[in-house]
């Protein structure tokens, strides 16, 4: 089953007066399966991110289509479910952060979807445990780590008990320790909520235990699969602006100089065994 | 440093104070201020200033944190107190040059009048103290809720205030980040005439602007995604509801407030 | 050679006096050598932030004490303007602070400041254009009408512009994607091989560090935790680790194979550095 749809995907910001609009999308056919964990890559001004805001009916598409669970996102009278099922975390923590206490921020949607008083309690409290901010449920939001605010966003977001999250470019801001607690949140999320998680990150580690990886470049779907299938794409990489994992770049080398090692070891354990079993053989 | 103002900010706790019902204590100021103006002569003073370090203690905010509020406020505070001093008529005077007559009723009026908004401003403080801006709000749209019905936005009025009050903080900080990035160019903040210096403020202001409309247009991005849609049909983690404590503690001012009523019949 | 910059058992402690009373940086002490690529590693909370704006006099220090050239920054407090012309410091998202009508005016904003005018001004603010590769043709255009990248490219000219002797950088490429790091990068590494300037790097990223600069310092719980070349840093690596701080992949990589039993200097932080040890090694083993 299918959590997202798109279909010939367009989509172009408005021009200035007297320019002709340049497609941000051109033409993006994908699906996003339910419960997958899925890694949205791509430089700056590929697309992305437009891609992201499209899931959820905030850009709606200018041609083509995009399905959330079989609803078309320029139906209006889908359009609260839509964002209900799919949330969406940004880039800058602060901009998204409406209360002054945690726990109030954090029943924010299921106050606008009206829910009842006592679910919305069970379901903050829910959300503040998944995202392990419990303990911080009656601070002021602006005095938290920005890998916090981040997870009180996430919170925010599952409060609304959605299918999926997106999350555009949200680690961008942080700091490695953040990035770290808010991608250890989303894969804890995926796994024992079976919510479907897309995140928007230029950073290729982040992609490392993802079920699959896109690569956007100039509004297109460039490269599509597991995280073996696309990080062993040296050159195009490469020729699209991204760099590979340093345990990649490693192996290609390695490869040219005539050593037998597999290209597709992407993490520093996988990549060491490698190494050292070539080693040995030689 | 800008950060150290703590205009109207929320100390989160969970005194007697803090449990009151944002309405309760919406009214509760209200009183007191009716209170504060009815009061006349050291009396009527005596009580208010009593009423409100009562009320300070159950707080369990510090008398300090309130007196810093006052700092921004000092120049207004002295200016009231100066022009109520010079500018006092009675029949006889202490001290006269040209238009500025110093009197004992002057004095006494400026004391009062100084006295007056140290006690409204701590008392109004106490509770932006005590409530969180959104209690406060929501406080204030149910009070206010009957107006619904002549078409007052109330819902929206509430909604941008408590969001107003979100982003002071944040602003803040900004401020302060811009200013030490344009001191770091070399800006200079602190010489020259008030024209110069207004004109010194340009690099401040300009990124500051630009940054709260960027603030604000992706704030209502995120509120979108998270199903806002206005007040229609929202429900309230927390529901206003009153409580015996609320009872008394509005008795409690009236008392106050007929007490002030009194000691000025009684002074007149 | 006397130190440009010395910093001198340096205490900063916010809120003195109060219940919320704390310690950013505490007893620091470290030299900064003339024309040196010097960087600076620590979590959010280390100290950086308040540490670097000691360097330029926006913060006092609480006790200890900044030399510049051998000279207390603060010796005559109401020169400090000055030190700020001499040690340039550019914020993090330093394209946020952008003001004015035009990119030529806004990079000029700091020289003028300085006192420079006419021809000397020009010169300044089209020589730090052309540094950051700002194209002379953008110089009248609005600062806001350029990409994200771009503006953070004014923000630095606007900096440069003033002809520091020091240049300090917080997280100059937060936020860019790869392809904008490593241009913004290569930008100020042109700058310090051409200039030959001191520069001050403050990064989050161990590879950033590891790649670019001659000696790092590490800081954690506001003191300085070690400091040394990346060679001698990253020997450490179990130390830094343990401390809650990254090392590059590579020396991971690295770390690993050791555990493994692989003959191999762990200290090593490029990928072309690993590469050469591993086809020695090679070469070695298939030599027995």
Same mark, same amino acid.
């Given at each position: 089953?299918?959590?997202?749809?798109?279909?010939?995907?367009?989509?172009?910001?408005?021009?200035?007066?007297?320019?002709?609009?340049?497609?941000?999308?051109?033409? =993006?056919?994908?699906?996003?399966?339910?419960?997958?964990?899925?890694?949205?890559?791509?430089?700056?001004?590929?697309?992305?991110?437009?891609?992201?805001?499209?899931?959820?009916?905030?850009?709606?598409?200018?041609?083509?289509?995009?399905?959330?669970?079989?609803?078309?996102?320029?139906?209006?009278?889908?359009?609260? &479910?839509?964002?209900?099922?799919?949330?969406?975390?940004?880039?800058?923590?602060?901009?998204?952060?409406?209360?002054?206490?945690?726990?109030?921020?954090?029943?924010?949607?299921?106050?606008?979807?009206?829910? #009842?008083?006592?679910?919305?309690?069970?379901?903050?409290?829910?959300?503040?445990?998944?995202?392990?901010?419990?303990?911080?449920?009656?601070?002021?939001?602006?005095?938290?780590?920005?890998?916090?605010?981040?997870?009180?966003?996430?919170?925010?977001?599952?409060?609304?008990?959605?299918?999926?999250? =997106?999350?555009?470019?949200?680690?961008?801001?942080?700091?490695?320790?953040?990035?770290?607690?808010?991608?250890? #949140?989303?894969?804890?999320?995926?796994?024992?909520?079976?919510?479907?998680?897309?995140?928007?990150?230029?950073?290729?580690? &982040?992609?490392?235990? #993802?079920?699959?990886?896109?690569?956007?470049?100039?509004?297109?779907?460039?490269?599509?699969?597991?995280?073996?299938? =696309?990080?062993?794409?040296?050159?195009?990489?490469?020729?699209?602006?991204?760099?590979?994992?340093?345990?990649?770049?490693?192996?290609?080398?390695?490869?040219?100089?005539?050593?037998?090692?597999?290209?597709?070891?992407?993490?520093?354990?996988?990549?060491?065994?490698?190494?050292?079993?070539?080693? #040995?053989?030689? | 440093?800008?950060?150290?103002?703590?205009?109207?900010?929320?100390?989160?706790?969970?005194?007697?104070?803090?449990?009151?019902?944002?309405?309760?204590?919406? /009214?509760?100021?209200?009183? !007191?201020?009716?209170?504060?103006?009815?009061?006349?002569?050291?009396?009527?003073?005596?009580?208010?200033?009593? *009423?409100?370090?009562?009320?300070?203690?159950?707080? @369990?905010?510090?008398?300090?944190?309130?007196?810093?509020?006052?700092?921004?406020?000092?120049?207004?505070?002295?200016?009231?107190?100066?022009?109520?001093?010079?500018? *006092?008529?009675?029949? @006889? !005077?202490?001290?006269?040059?040209?238009?500025?007559?110093?009197?004992?009723?002057?004095?006494?009026?400026?004391?009062?009048?100084?006295?007056?908004?140290?006690?409204?401003?701590?008392?109004?403080?106490?509770?932006?103290?005590? *409530?969180?801006?959104?209690?406060?709000?929501?406080?204030?749209?149910?009070?206010?809720?009957?107006?619904?019905?002549? @078409?007052?936005?109330?819902?929206?009025?509430?909604?941008?205030?408590?969001?107003?009050?979100?982003?002071?903080?944040? /602003?803040?900080?900004?401020?302060?980040?811009?200013?030490?990035?344009?001191? %770091?160019?070399?800006?200079?903040?602190?010489?020259?005439?008030?024209?110069?210096?207004?004109?010194?403020?340009?690099?401040?202001?300009?990124?500051?602007?630009?940054? %709260?409309?960027?603030?604000?247009?992706?704030?209502?991005?995120?509120?979108?995604?998270?199903?806002?849609?206005?007040?229609?049909?929202? *429900?309230?983690?927390?529901?206003?509801?009153?409580?015996?404590?609320?009872?008394?503690?509005? %008795?409690?001012?009236?008392?106050?407030?007929?007490?002030?009523?009194?000691?000025?019949?009684?002074?007149? | 050679?006397?130190?440009?910059?010395?910093?001198?058992?340096?205490? $900063?402690?916010?809120?003195?006096?109060?219940?919320?009373?704390?310690?950013?940086?505490? $007893?620091?002490?470290?030299?900064?050598?003339?024309?040196?690529?010097?960087?600076?590693?620590? $979590?959010?909370?280390?100290?950086?932030?308040?540490?670097?704006?000691?360097?330029?006099?926006?913060?006092?220090?609480?006790? +200890?004490?900044?030399?510049?050239?051998?000279?207390?920054?603060?010796?005559?407090?109401?020169?400090?303007?000055?030190?700020?012309?001499?040690?340039?410091?550019?914020?993090?998202?330093?394209?946020?602070?952008?003001?004015?009508?035009?990119?030529?005016?806004?990079?000029?904003? +700091?020289?003028?400041?300085?006192?420079?005018?006419?021809?000397?001004?020009?010169?300044?603010?089209?020589?730090?254009?052309?540094?950051?590769?700002?194209?002379?043709?953008?110089?009248?255009?609005?600062?806001?009408?350029?990409?994200?990248?771009?503006?953070?490219?004014?923000?630095?000219?606007?900096?440069?512009?003033?002809?520091?002797?020091?240049?300090?950088?917080?997280?100059?490429?937060? +936020?860019?994607?790869?392809?904008?790091?490593?241009?913004?990068?290569?930008?100020?590494?042109?700058?310090?091989?051409?200039?030959?300037?001191?520069?001050?790097?403050?990064?989050?990223?161990?590879?950033?560090?590891?790649?670019?600069?001659?000696?790092?310092?590490?800081?954690?719980?506001?003191?300085?935790?070690?400091?040394?070349?990346?060679?001698?840093?990253?020997?450490?690596?179990?130390?830094?680790?343990?401390?809650?701080?990254?090392?590059?992949?590579?020396?991971?990589?690295?770390?690993?194979?050791?555990?493994?039993?692989?003959?191999?200097?762990?200290?090593?932080?490029?990928?072309?550095?690993?590469?050469?040890?591993?086809?020695?090694?090679?070469? +070695?083993?298939?030599?027995?």
């Amino acid at each position: 089953m299918d959590m997202i749809e798109t279909k010939a995907l367009e989509f172009a910001y408005p021009a200035e007066e007297g320019e002709k609009p340049v497609l941000a999308l051109r033409g =993006v056919d994908t699906a996003i399966e339910k419960g997958s964990f899925v890694v949205v890559l791509g430089h700056n001004g590929s697309g992305k991110s437009t891609f992201a805001k499209s899931l959820n009916a905030i850009l709606l598409p200018c041609g083509g289509k995009v399905y959330v669970e079989g609803m078309d996102t320029q139906d209006e009278a889908c359009l609260l &479910e839509i964002r209900r099922r799919v949330g969406m975390v940004f880039q800058n923590p602060d901009n998204q952060i409406v209360a002054n206490v945690v726990e109030e921020d954090v029943a924010f949607a299921p106050e606008n979807l009206g829910v #009842a008083s006592e679910e919305i309690r069970r379901r903050v409290d829910d959300a503040l445990a998944a995202v392990d901010m419990t303990a911080f449920m009656t601070h002021a939001p602006h005095l938290l780590s920005g890998g916090q605010k981040q997870r009180v966003a996430i919170a925010g977001v599952i409060a609304m008990e959605p299918e999926c999250i =997106v999350l555009d470019e949200a680690t961008a801001m942080l700091d490695p320790i953040g990035r770290q607690e808010v991608l250890s #949140a989303v894969h804890k999320l995926n796994r024992e909520k079976d919510i479907t998680v897309v995140l928007i990150t230029h950073h290729m580690n &982040e992609a490392e235990e #993802a079920d699959r990886v896109i690569v956007m470049d100039d509004g297109r779907i460039a490269l599509d699969g597991t995280p073996k299938e =696309v990080f062993t794409q040296v050159e195009p990489l490469r020729t699209m602006g991204l760099t590979v994992p340093d345990t990649v770049d490693l192996l290609d080398r390695l490869r040219k100089d005539g050593l037998d090692v597999p290209l597709d070891a992407l993490t520093v354990d996988e990549c060491a065994a490698a190494i050292t079993a070539a080693l #040995a053989k030689n | 440093m800008l950060k150290d103002i703590t205009l109207g900010q929320y100390f989160p706790g969970n005194s007697i104070a803090h449990r009151l019902d944002p309405r309760t204590k919406i /009214l509760l100021v209200t009183l !007191y201020i009716i209170a504060l103006f009815s009061a006349k002569g050291w009396m009527g003073y005596a009580v208010m200033a009593v *009423t409100l370090a009562a009320c300070v203690k159950v707080s @369990h905010v510090g008398l300090r944190a309130l007196v810093r509020g006052l700092k921004p406020l000092v120049f207004i505070i002295a200016f009231t107190g100066i022009l109520n001093m010079f500018f *006092t008529p009675d029949t @006889h !005077y202490l001290w006269e040059w040209g238009i500025l007559r110093v009197s004992v009723k002057g004095i006494e009026n400026a004391l009062f009048m100084v006295i007056r908004i140290m006690l409204l401003v701590m008392g109004t403080f106490l509770m932006t103290y005590t *409530t969180s801006p959104i209690r406060l709000t929501d406080g204030l749209e149910s009070l206010l809720n009957p107006l619904k019905k002549i @078409h007052v936005p109330v819902h929206e009025l509430a909604m941008m205030m408590a969001i107003a009050l979100r982003f002071i903080p944040t /602003l803040i900080e900004e401020t302060d980040k811009i200013m030490s990035a344009q001191k %770091a160019r070399g800006a200079d903040f602190d010489s020259g005439n008030i024209f110069q210096k207004a004109k010194a403020l340009v690099p401040i202001l300009v990124p500051l602007f630009i940054s %709260a409309f960027r603030r604000a247009d992706e704030l209502a991005t995120a509120m979108e995604c998270r199903c806002y849609h206005g007040g229609e049909g929202r *429900t309230k983690l927390h529901v206003l509801k009153y409580q015996r404590r609320d009872y008394v503690a509005l %008795a409690g001012g009236a008392v106050i407030l007929a007490l002030v009523v009194v000691l000025r019949r009684l002074g007149a | 050679m006397e130190p440009i910059l010395q910093v001198k058992d340096l205490t $900063h402690t916010y809120g003195a006096g109060t219940p919320f009373q704390r310690s950013a940086v505490e $007893h620091m002490s470290f030299d900064v050598n003339e024309g040196e690529f010097l960087g600076i590693i620590g $979590h959010t909370g280390s100290g950086k932030s308040t540490l670097i704006q000691h360097l330029n006099g926006l913060l006092q220090p609480t006790a +200890g004490e900044i030399l510049l050239r051998g000279k207390n920054i603060w010796a005559e407090p109401k020169k400090i303007r000055e030190v700020r012309f001499k040690v340039g410091l550019v914020f993090q998202y330093p394209e946020y602070q952008l003001f004015e009508e035009t990119v030529y005016k806004d990079i000029a904003f +700091g020289p003028a400041n300085q006192g420079k005018t006419g021809d000397e001004l020009d010169h300044a603010v089209r020589e730090a254009a052309k540094l950051v590769g700002i194209r002379d043709d953008q110089l009248e255009k609005s600062p806001f009408e350029l990409s994200g990248g771009q503006k953070r490219r004014v923000a630095l000219a606007g900096v440069l512009a003033m002809e520091p002797e020091v240049l300090v950088l917080d997280e100059p490429t937060a +936020g860019l994607d790869p392809a904008g790091r490593e241009n913004l990068m290569a930008n100020i590494r042109d700058y310090h091989r051409n200039k030959g300037k001191t520069i001050i790097l403050v990064s989050h990223s161990m590879d950033e560090i590891a790649r670019n600069v001659d000696r790092i310092l590490v800081l954690k719980n506001a003191h300085v935790l070690m400091q040394g070349t990346p060679a001698e840093v990253f020997a450490r690596g179990e130390e830094l680790l343990s401390a809650g701080l990254d090392v590059p992949q590579i020396t991971r990589i690295a770390m690993e194979l050791k555990r493994r039993g692989v003959d191999i200097d762990p200290a090593v932080y490029t990928v072309e550095a690993l590469e050469r040890q591993l086809l020695a090694l090679r070469k +070695g083993g298939a030599g027995c």
